[in-house]
């Protein structure tokens, strides 16, 4: 993980502004002799019973165990984020390695149906060579393993590039943890640096046969016309919309619709970036929400009582309030917050947006709640089908009507009276992403 040119750029800490640590300025040469590492010692990795690449994973994961409070410290710091999300974190990647361990005990293919008198077809599943993970700051340890550890088990190997924001837990660290864990050298591989120096390179290298990317639509459509014919699996944002129809209960509705817009300071994927509320529970649902900002605790995540750290970096600040700002001169207006303090941005409720506002458009990403009113039901669903989200929620006191809105939208999640993550365990590894079919045709 050292550049090839030895430059190197700091680590802060997002609350307090201390440094807590160095990265390599990756270039392409890095990733280069990264990428040849991983292709040399692709085929012997390959070629390891399921059984032995199984252990390496458990080995990982206990090694991540019982590092567990120096990884929650150092993602507290290098995230922003509070205690339980840091902790939540490492639990989640700990609970992917274990699961991945057990994928080689899966069947490696099938028998097809022939279609020839004497023939014997097979299915086999195969590793697809070398595989490329580029990952956001938000859950850089987790986010990491999603694709590190399936890509691993199934006898792949990986170049890693983790954002330049967070590069300690979801790479210095990580790649600590494998090499004692026994992964031989060439199998995980990290390169440091800023995209356009090491993200793009990878993307781009012809050896690279699947790009995993975790991040915006922006790069991630930049990810996508560079691999060209190659894989591509990219996990991307969108304005995901909180739906509150007449019949919910506001209460309920605002406290599940707080969380999803405050937690992690609304720096997640999964965050709601639109409230849209019918006009008859809006006041109602409104003042729920402003009374619940208003009791968050915004500070150094560090220190117990603290619910909202700061965001991780100015740039983000600055974008945050731009949209805030932009969509009032349109004629919104902030109830509460609006104000930041350093890299601390208080969570803040902004009523009166409509459709044409950047609040309703873009991803937020940062701790503020945009709502807007409809007059039915039908132009709640046109409005949250308008634009392109992750996660979308749906509050109703009719479970029935609140499944039958949910079948009508289009996002890939969707929630009925809840708000938050889908499950992050055996559901969420998908091996067929790290592998390819061939098919073997016999004749007797």
Request: net charge negative.
């Amino acid at each position: 993980m050292v550049s090839a040119r030895e430059a190197t750029a700091e680590v802060f800490e997002k609350a307090t502004g201390a440094q807590i640590g160095s990265y390599a300025l990756g270039t392409v040469d890095d990733v280069r002799l990264a990428v040849a590492s991983a292709s040399s010692a692709q085929p012997c990795w390959a070629a390891r019973l399921p059984a032995e690449r199984a252990a390496v994973l458990r080995r990982m994961a206990s090694l991540l165990e019982s590092r567990v409070d120096e990884f929650t410290s150092v993602l507290i710091r290098e995230t922003g984020g509070v205690t339980a999300k840091a902790r939540g974190e490492v639990t989640a990647a700990i609970s992917r390695l274990q699961i991945c361990a057990t994928l080689g005990a899966l069947s490696r293919g099938d028998v097809q149906p022939s279609p020839k008198a004497g023939k014997l077809t097979l299915l086999e599943r195969v590793p697809l060579g070398v595989v490329g993970v580029i990952t956001p700051w938000n859950f850089p340890l987790v986010l990491a393993m999603r694709a590190v550890a399936p890509a691993l088990a199934a006898g792949n190997t990986v170049v890693l590039k983790p954002a330049e924001l967070t590069p300690i837990a979801g790479g210095q660290l990580l790649a600590e943890v494998a090499a004692e864990a026994g992964v031989p050298p060439g199998v995980f591989n990290v390169v440091t640096g800023l995209g356009p120096d090491a993200g793009q390179p990878l993307a781009e290298h012809p050896d690279v046969a699947l790009i995993h990317f975790t991040g915006s639509n922006e790069v991630g459509r930049l990810m996508a016309s560079i691999a060209g014919l190659r894989r591509t699996s990219l996990e991307l944002g969108g304005s995901n919309a909180f739906v509150v129809l007449d019949d919910a209960d506001a209460e309920k509705a605002a406290t599940r619709g707080a969380w999803s817009s405050f937690d992690f300071q609304g720096q997640t994927c999964i965050s709601s970036s639109r409230h849209i509320v019918d006009s008859t529970l809006h006041d109602a649902y409104v003042a729920e929400l402003v009374r619940r900002a208003g009791q968050l605790v915004t500070g150094n995540p560090a220190e117990p009582g603290v619910d909202l750290g700061p965001l991780i970096s100015a740039q983000q600040r600055d974008r945050v309030h731009s949209l805030v700002k932009r969509s009032v001169d349109m004629g919104a207006a902030v109830v509460i917050g609006g104000k930041s303090e350093g890299l601390f941005y208080e969570p803040t409720v902004v009523v009166g947006v409509t459709p044409d506002m950047p609040l309703f458009i873009e991803e937020v990403f940062g701790p503020v709640a945009p709502v807007t009113a409809v007059d039915d039901e039908a132009e709640a669903l046109e409005l949250t089908n308008s634009c392109q989200a992750l996660v979308n929620a749906v509050h109703t006191g009719d479970l029935m009507r609140g499944l039958a809105f949910a079948q009508q939208l289009h996002s890939k999640n969707v929630h009925v009276n809840d708000a938050g993550p889908r499950p992050t365990d055996a559901d969420d590894v998908d091996l067929d992403e790290f592998t390819r079919r061939r098919w073997i045709g016999v004749q007797r």
